[in-house]
């Protein structure tokens, strides 16, 4: 067996969990797919990076493969050999420790070395990403002038993008980390060298920093049961102190290993029954006013702003869902709104919103502080439409808040989102498994594509048709989930 490099990346994993390192480079078929969120976040990572490089126009980018280990190291040390000033992906290898510094940057003193993320915030693993480039140009005699990391600032606006990047002096941090680096090095050698993974057993590290690929796999080998512990909403660090005593199973569980807020669901799983609150049900609908208009946005929150205004990150609405209920016995109507082109979306968005809901009534939508969050947004940058949005933002209703706070089925698996709750309150017809866009992430996805000049008129053609079912489902799902608990609460 060859001996395996340890990257940057690897270095992290192996922080986290280091069965999770020995499968990610001896038993990668393991690994589940990666979700549209998390593909989404590696694709938006890769076009901040290339914007972080627009800084240094003098720049040059080091040219091998990922796997080209000395190569990259051979091209960098030439680089460096003949003057270069700026470099991008500078590699350096020491005794099986491998980085590719983001940004390496000549200052007068050294070199600062400048890692660049898409995050609007400094991150403990970013620190630790960064300390292990540090101390390999420490052990090749590099000098080391900085140690900074590049991240985005979410409020840099649109047009200005002067100021896209905030750029924070780690150096205290990663001298704080170097003494550790050499241990956990060889450590984390031996790990990849090894044919045999590491007796590891899961625990929180299963999810932070990082959701581990390999979490199901390990997860099956403890016969973790259905529901068990780990499917009470929220149980966080008392769910591990039950795991760690052999208490897993919710029939093993006593009302006083859990806060209060957890008896109920407890003693759902254990009954299997559901639970309702019919009392509580009719205080919340008691002040819902009717028309009842049923709203959904689909946004884009981009990393580089684009839009006259917008911020870094600020959900942009590209799409809307609206049904309406005039009266309890009213026939229901629909009516959507979807922007096609790579113009903002927002002006012709408020335009028919503000038409298509009326002066009164109650919204509902699910989870509202994202609907209020987007609609104070517009209300914000539409003067002429502020009194009309804001005027809507104290009409929501929160159908998510209701279902919290008087119902709970033993599908839930301690989840309130409407992907969970809508199936299990209302049958396997209301999920939205197989459907071609399924969630808000692949609808953010979709989008892209649509406004996309590379789009063909096929593909764009379905992709509008996808995202208007996702984005009716969502609201449809909502008025099928109030008339079930209206009607019919068990």
């Excluded at 045999?196 to 920093?209: L, Q």
């Excluded at 009194?387 to 159908?399: E, F, H, I, K, S």
Aim: hydrophobic share 35%.
């Amino acid at each position: 067996m060859c001996a395996q490099v340890l990257s940057k990346s690897r270095y992290v994993q192996g922080l986290q969990c280091l069965k999770m390192l020995h499968y990610a480079v001896h038993r990668s078929e393991l690994a589940r797919e990666r979700t549209e969120f998390e593909q989404a976040i590696l694709d938006q990572g890769t076009v901040v990076g290339t914007y972080a490089t627009k800084r240094y126009p003098h720049g040059v980018e080091i040219q091998a493969q990922p796997r080209q280990y000395e190569l990259a190291a051979k091209l960098t040390q030439e680089a460096i050999e003949r003057g270069e000033e700026t470099i991008f992906e500078a590699s350096f290898l020491h005794q099986g420790a491998y980085a590719r510094v983001d940004i390496l940057n000549k200052s007068d003193s050294g070199w600062d070395v400048i890692e660049v993320k898409s995050s609007s915030h400094v991150k403990p693993e970013h620190k630790d990403d960064l300390a292990f480039q540090i101390w390999i140009l420490n052990q090749l005699n590099i000098p080391v002038s900085g140690s900074y990391l590049m991240h985005i600032n979410n409020q840099c606006t649109y047009p200005d993008l002067t100021n896209l990047f905030t750029i924070v002096d780690l150096a205290p941090d990663v001298a704080e980390r170097l003494p550790q680096i050499e241990a956990s090095k060889h450590e984390l050698l031996s790990v990849i060298n090894s044919p045999d993974a590491p007796e590891v057993d899961i625990g929180p590290h299963c999810t932070k920093p990082y959701d581990c690929l390999y979490k199901a796999h390990c997860w099956a080998d403890k016969n973790i049961p259905v529901p068990s512990v780990f499917d009470l909403n929220k149980v966080g660090k008392r769910g591990w102190d039950l795991y760690r005593r052999g208490v897993v199973d919710v029939h093993d569980i006593t009302e006083d290993d859990l806060t209060e807020r957890l008896h109920i669901p407890l003693q759902v799983y254990r009954t299997g029954e559901r639970w309702v609150d019919q009392q509580k049900l009719n205080e919340h609908f008691s002040s819902w006013q009717y028309p009842l208009y049923f709203l959904d946005f689909e946004s884009i929150n981009p990393a580089i702003p684009r839009f006259e205004g917008t911020r870094s990150y600020q959900h942009i609405p590209f799409q809307y869902s609206l049904h309406t209920l005039e009266t309890p016995d009213a026939e229901l109507t629909h009516t959507d709104f979807l922007h096609t082109d790579p113009s903002d979306p927002r002006p012709a968005l408020v335009d028919k919103l503000v038409n298509d809901i009326g002066p009164s009534g109650s919204i509902v939508v699910y989870h509202a502080s994202f609907e209020r969050g987007i609609i104070s947004d517009l209300a914000a940058a539409f003067p002429d439409s502020s009194a009309q949005l804001n005027a809507m933002n104290t009409r929501l209703v929160d159908l998510e808040k209701v279902i919290i706070d008087a119902v709970y089925d033993p599908k839930f698996l301690g989840s309130y989102s409407i992907k969970k709750v809508a199936p299990a309150l209302l049958g396997e017809a209301a999920s939205y498994e197989g459907m071609a866009i399924g969630d808000g992430t692949a609808a953010m996805r979709g989008y892209e594509e649509v406004v996309g000049c590379a789009t063909s008129h096929e593909r764009r053609t379905n992709l509008v048709e996808y995202l208007k079912d996702y984005c009716r489902k969502d609201t449809i799902l909502m008025v099928l989930l109030l008339a079930k608990l209206k009607v019919v609460p068990r």
